[in-house]
């Protein structure tokens, strides 16, 4: 799995891969999208990574 619109000039295409990767996380693959976002969160504008950290919190709590 890539988050795909990492190298999208368009923050909101990017923004939308961010809500994307929340909506099809789960049990299954969870640790792939965190692991992918960690990665992405690195290079990522500043006004999605509050985001991203927050999704990542809602994964650590649901999925612990």
Known sequence: MCLCGQTERDISVRQRAVDLLYAMCGRGNVQT??????????????????????CQFVFFVFYA
């Open 33 to 54: 999208i965190v692991a992918e976002m960690l990665l992405y969160l690195e290079t990522a504008d500043y006004a999605i990574r509050e985001e991203m950290v927050s």
